[in-house]
């Protein structure tokens, strides 16, 4: 396998601010829905960042970039730690595209996991504060 020209593949020329939350969020493993939930924001509002409609204000820019991993530079303008551009499937081997392919599975599969502890979490919380 060949090594990807990378450099400035999220870059202002090249991407936008929607496309590097959209990809960031897709490396993270989560969906929108398990973002906006996260960040406390409407779907819709996720939405129109990843469209390129609004922007986010800057605590919730700050809570994003911890989410996803990525630093805000990175989401703001291409620059510092984000992720890595996209890998061309079509030339891996068949073994490791079914290796990519499961670790996406499981990274989804431990997001869905940790949204759910966090509901328990909550549920437990008001139980114990109703007694």
Known sequence: MEPQDTEGWY???TATFG?????????SGMSQKQLSKRLGIKLKTLEEWE???SEPRANKLSMMAGLLNVSIMW????????VDAPIDDTQLSPDI??????????????TGAADRLGRLEKQLRLK???D
């Open 51 to 53: 469209q390129d409609l």
């Open 11 to 13: 870059g202002p020329e």
């Open 19 to 27: 496309d590097r939350v959209a990809a960031a969020r897709d490396q």
């Open 97 to 110: 595209n079914e290796l990519l392919t499961e670790i996406r599975d499981l990274k989804a599969q431990i």
């Open 75 to 82: 989401l703001l303008n291409g620059q510092g730690d984000g």
């Open 128 to 130: 114990l504060k109703g």
